[in-house]
């Protein structure tokens, strides 16, 4: 833990007050701890939660977590291979197939999420610039306009004020940052409650997951890391958690699985599932972040995936404002991109949760039944086979711009990742770990940096703006310096979605704000430095624009 930043009353004590430590708030300080930001961290638990709570990570995910800085050693992970759905009528009526590798990693894992937030909170350490405080709780803040000026407490009941250029709520489903701003969390509430179980020592585990869509007792069932496997019971109307949390009713519930008493029952606990969102991810100089943002039902395995790609859609934002790098106006992307991917996500997991609770027989033979007929014809084996009824992250508008004439890798979706090399005899690495944090041009099959004027690259250079060229495997003509020259070990981008002498703009979170042909390289670089230099004034106070002065405190809010 870092020295208690200084208190002023004149100028901003850190870049980022972060209001919670979750998995969510922890990647994000990860996040803005590599770019150097100021943070100060805070959470009223001084431990990590161990009751079982998400328990599965997709593709997208593992890449933010790979963004932050996590090794593939530093928490267990489990593959999933495919993903069932039982029917008592039916059968097997409906199947996901997950054994694929996207953008360098499983389509589908699972995951102990007490070992992820320690992995993320041990990571922390690394970053000088971000101060933990645990066992202190946010009272109030009022946003200033040029700050936001909060008060916190400790444990030992010690108030103190802190001014922060911005506030940051990733305060879980709970969030009282969100209720201060006057933010209403939207959407509806499932009137079931369910029994988490969490086993060690199962015989004969799964190597998969299924949900038995039983409309008696809707059951998903999945393999965990460490041995662990995990059920989730849909409690029915009258059975209190008190009662169904006791160990020989666990017992009981476990039964047709395995032989209930020669198992160890690690952990229980009984949830209500939530299907919400805010109407704005943002407001002034605060933000919000995974659940305090959205919550979204399990069934689909997003909710944590959601919280980490608002964390990485947030972060270099931030950074790159607080640093006086790109204009402040940027920060608006962030709702704009975000709210309408979350809000996608709900309704996928609400799709599949009315296949897994349906609410009678006559609903599940409705239901499971069209499913398993509509999987007879080719293009609805295709879109649940192979997940096609995901919505890919992909913004709909934001800080990217498309030109019909000329869409390859597609502007507003993520720029795949590849395994590349710098140089002969040199070690593979993923492209995300060689672009690293910074904006990037990519020139594929060609150096962008022969196409630009010297004016153009003084000022990417100024914003952090790396040239990359992207060479197919064993190119020997016309290339740029190693140093900044990637050699394709796959087919992941070269020649599968661009062809040589295309070039595209990369955000520091590998969303692709533009693309087109070199040609066009020093119009697409004007347009996109146009729309992201800051004023002469913001890049001296690198803080951003002022906004009206507003109070907010614990109970509510008022205006000045």
Partial sequence: MNARPKLSDTSPDVDVLLVGLGPVGAALANLLGRYGVQVLAIDRATEVFEKPRAIALDNDALRVLQLVGLSEDDFAKVAVPQVKYHSPLFGCFARINTARIIDGHPMLVTFHQPELEAALRRRLAA?????????????????EGGCVQATLRDSSGLRRQVRARYLIGADGASSLV?????????????????LIVDALDVPMPIDHVEFICDP????????APGGRQRWEFMLHPGEQASEMERPERVRALLAPWCKANEIHIERTAVYRFH????RRFSKGRCFLVGDAAHVTPPFAGQGLVAGLRDAANLAWKLAGVTRGHVDARILESYDQERRPHARKIIYLARFLGMLVMPRNRLVAF??????????????GRTAFDDLKIKPPQLFDEGLFWRDRHARKLLAGSMLPQGWVRM??????QLSDDVLGLQWSLIGFGVDPAQHLAPELLSRW??????VWQWCHRGQAQHLAPTY???????????????PVGWVAIVRPDRCVMAEGPVSAVESLLGRALQMLEPTDVQREAGQGGQFATIKYMAGGRTSH
């Fill in 216 to 223: 008696r007792r809707p059951t998903p069932r999945m393999c």
């Fill in 275 to 278: 299907a919400r969102e805010v």
């Fill in 366 to 379: 409705a239901v499971h039944g069209l499913i398993r007929a509509l999987r007879l014809l080719p293009a």
């Fill in 178 to 194: 969100r209720r201060a701003l006057g933010l209403e969390f939207e959407g509806r509430t499932f009137a079931q409650d369910w």
């Fill in 461 to 466: 250079s100024r914003l952090d703006g790396k």
């Fill in 127 to 143: 970053h000088s610039c971000v101060d933990v405080r645990l066992g202190v709780v946010l009272e109030g803040f009022v946003d």
């Fill in 423 to 428: 140089g002969k005899g040199t070690a593979p």
């Fill in 484 to 498: 900044r020259r990637l050699e394709a070990l796959d087919e992941n981008v070269l020649q599968r979605l661009v």
